[in-house]
């Protein structure tokens, strides 16, 4: 299916996009911030790869077809897995960052 390769595609896209703006934050709760953004992108793309590995293999006859599926079930439980409690960690960082933000404005404001 051409539309989980393109999917897969973004998300490692967005992973390292968000992972590249986690390592240049110099604020410790935007990096963790960012970091749980690219997991959950990270979680997403593991999870469809999984889905496109039913699609590819599904039609195939032979004896290791099981085989697939159980291979299929791990990438989709821990992608999906892995995106969910990335992003309960996003939900939970969100009003940290706010205050943060807050913060560093005040500190850039005694600086200058």
């Known amino acids: 299916m051409l539309i ?6 973004f998300s490692a896209v967005s992973y390292l996009y968000f992972k590249t703006k986690q390592i240049r934050s110099p604020r410790p709760v935007e990096k963790q911030w960012q970091a749980s953004r690219a ?5 997403v793309g593991i999870g469809l790869f999984g889905i496109n590995q039913l699609f590819l293999f599904n039609f195939e006859m032979s004896s290791d077809l099981i085989v697939t599926y159980i291979i299929a079930a791990a990438f989709i439980l821990v992608g ?5 409690l990335r992003y309960k960690a996003f939900k939970q960082l969100t009003p940290f960052l706010a205050k943060e933000n807050e913060e560093w ?3 850039e404001k005694q600086q200058s």
């Open 105 to 107: 404005d005040k500190y």
């Open 4 to 9: 989980f390769v393109f999917l897969i595609i």
């Open 80 to 84: 999906f897995g892995s995106a969910w």
């Open 39 to 43: 997991g959950i992108a990270l979680g």
